[in-house]
Structure formats: structure tokens, C-alpha cells
């Protein structure tokens, strides 16, 4: 699947993003063997039980017996911020998949691809 279809579903997906404590919309689109999982941001009054978007889209696939993808597109709309997953996420996805496995950052004006392995080198692993 290529990033342009990815934006396309993950614009799709962001109406369902709940953010209205901190209006920072957030989507996430996980692709490969296993299919299609998306995710949104979901925020809470009480903000340290808010989960971000690709969270939301991994443990909907986890939880669903889905572990094969190859990436992750994170998107935002607007041109200011781009959307790069926080330490947890990151954490959360080094879980599942391995360092070669993308983590694709877009907004309206730009993206920017990443290997898992580049963004949280080191993980923690038992
Ligand atoms: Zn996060």
C-alpha cells in the first residue's frame, strides 16, 4: 500500500479522532501481511489516560491476532507539526515488530519515513 493511499484512509479514520482537551488530531493507519488497523487518538478528562493513535490501531490488531505488518503512517492534519509517536508508542510498537519495520510521520505539507530501529534504538526487550 503505498503513503498516499495510507493518508487517504487515515484522513478518513481522523473524524473519529477524540481530542477535545488538547484539539491535537491525531490518526494512524498499520499495514501489512495481516491487513489494515486504524487508530485514532483517544483523549480523557483525567489526560494521562489518553492513548494515541497508534496504539489504538496496534492493540486493536494484537488484540485481534494480527502481528505481520511492515509500517505504521501517523498523521496529523495541518502544516505545522508533524505527528512523530511518543516514547510509549514507540515502546509499544518495538513490542510487536522489529527494527526494519517503518514508522511513516505525514501532515498536509509533509512526511517523513523512519525505520522502528532509528526511533527508539536500544528498546527495551526481557
Ligand atoms: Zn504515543
Same mark, same amino acid.
Given at each position: 500500500?503505498?503513503?498516499?493511499? #495510507?493518508?487517504?484512509?487515515?484522513?478518513?479514520? /481522523?473524524? *473519529? @479522532?477524540? &481530542?477535545?482537551?488538547?484539539?491535537?488530531?491525531?490518526? @494512524?493507519?498499520?499495514?501489512?501481511?495481516?491487513?489494515?488497523?486504524?487508530?485514532? *487518538?483517544? %483523549?480523557?478528562?483525567?489526560?494521562?489516560?489518553?492513548?494515541? &493513535? +497508534?496504539?489504538? @490501531?496496534?492493540?486493536?490488531?494484537?488484540?485481534?491476532?494480527?502481528?505481520?505488518? +511492515?509500517?505504521?503512517?501517523?498523521?496529523?492534519?495541518? $502544516?505545522? *507539526?508533524?505527528?512523530?509517536?511518543?516514547?510509549?508508542?514507540?515502546?509499544? #510498537? &518495538? +513490542?510487536?515488530?522489529? +527494527?526494519?519495520? $517503518?514508522?511513516?510521520?505525514?501532515?498536509?505539507? %509533509?512526511?517523513?519515513?523512519?525505520?522502528?530501529?532509528? /526511533?527508539?534504538?536500544? *528498546?527495551?526487550?526481557?
Amino acid at each position: 500500500m503505498k503513503t498516499v493511499e #495510507m493518508v487517504k484512509v487515515a484522513k478518513e479514520v /481522523l473524524r *473519529n @479522532a477524540y &481530542a477535545p482537551y488538547s484539539n491535537f488530531r491525531v490518526s @494512524a493507519v498499520l499495514f501489512g501481511e495481516d491487513g489494515l488497523f486504524t487508530g485514532v *487518538n483517544v %483523549e480523557n478528562a483525567s489526560y494521562g489516560l489518553t492513548v494515541c &493513535a +497508534e496504539r489504538v @490501531a496496534v492493540f486493536k490488531a494484537v488484540s485481534e491476532g494480527k502481528r505481520k505488518f +511492515e509500517k505504521i503512517l501517523v498523521y496529523t492534519p495541518g $502544516r505545522e *507539526n508533524l505527528p512523530y509517536p511518543c516514547g510509549a508508542c514507540r515502546q509499544v #510498537m &518495538a +513490542e510487536f515488530f522489529g +527494527e526494519d519495520f $517503518r514508522v511513516i510521520v505525514a501532515n498536509d505539507s %509533509e512526511e517523513e519515513q523512519f525505520t522502528l530501529g532509528e /526511533l527508539l534504538p536500544f *528498546n527495551f526487550k526481557r
